[in-house]
């Protein structure tokens, strides 16, 4: 294998969004990835691009500016990536969410986001199928949804239009270091690549790469589940998050009335329709190392909080369950950085459950900290 200007390890939305970036800036990049393009967590996830459940302020900035990333990207990229800025509904289901409802959307308001809190009425009104019960909702036009896999590929081809090398079921086995501690090269299962820079993006199978070089990288595997309906016509066209998954997603306790299992599990309502005809329910979130396989359980509570908030799927059929790793840091946000004790080595992980979000924003910053830009 020859030299290359950056070697890029991962090939899920991160991994080719770095190497796209770095292509655009001029740079000859290799990418590698044990397993194909999207091969990982990216196809094991939803394709909600959520600026609506980000905190207000750097986060929420971070989601705007990677919106306005993708839609600039998407007609220039090769493969349809499915973008289409269905905005998001956020019901509620309790009165004692009504006031966090309301600081949050104040909050979000004031750090420039376009969102609105509805009525009962106003709520029924949107989404007509939702349980009649609801005390309100906030709705979201920002967000906007995608095809995870599609955003992959597109950005692998597009890289490769830059120049890049992509090579699939291509496993790094060590990175080499010189004289001074620096990278000198990356050793593959198909050869040597010589470089003065390796760019980490392998969520949460990047810890042991980082194992391999004596570092920690904080990152822990955070497990989701989630159902896929057959097709029909689904009873929404945006994206759908109770308003309680917004601190189920940050670690905060609920305030509405919500079973302990569905808590130990951090069950929350999420929906998302496909352009197939099919819809996306979620979500869980759990610590059980890389265990595979669907939890029963975990499924039949995903599917009971579903029918709490949308009466009408109760007799839908579930064709298929899914679950992915989502890469977990302890302050919620990734890990965009140079690591310091490696000259030439990059980190690019720990984005959990806001990768298809951030993959643009988080492409560009990687590529313009790796150029000097």
Known sequence: ??????????????????????????AEVTLCDTRDIAGGTSSACDGQVLVSNKKPGYDSDMALKSQALLEAMAPDLPIDIEHAPHGSLLPIDSENDLGAARDYVDGQRTAGLPMELLDP??????CPALAGDMVGAVLCPQDSVLNPM??????????????AHIHAFTEVLDIERDAVGAVSAVITSKGKVSTRCAVIAAGVWSRSLGEKLGLHFPVRPRKGHVLVAQRGQPPYQGNMQEFGYVMTKSGQRRTGDIEPEMEEYGVAFVYEATPAGNFLVGSSREFVGMSPGSN??????????????????????????????RPWTADGRPILSAVTEVPGLYLATGHEGDGICLAAVSGRLMADMITGT
């Not at 009425?121 to 949107?126: A, D, L, Y």
């Not at 590929?153 to 490769?160: H, I, L, N, S, V």
């Not at 975990?298 to 298929?320: E, Q, S, W």
Request: no cysteine.
């Open 121 to 126: 009425r106003e709520t029924q009104s949107e």
């Open 150 to 163: 599609a955003l992959a590929f597109a950005t692998a081809e597009g890289a490769r239009q830059r120049g």
């Open 296 to 325: 029963p359980e975990i499924m039949r509570l995903i599917a009971r909080r579903a029918v709490r908030f949308l009466p009408g799927i109760a007799d839908v059929n579930v064709i298929r369950t899914y679950t992915g790793f």
């Open 1 to 26: 294998m020859k030299a290359t200007d950056a070697v890029v390890i991962g090939g899920g939305v991160i991994g080719t969004a770095v190497a796209y970036y770095l292509g655009t800036e001029g």
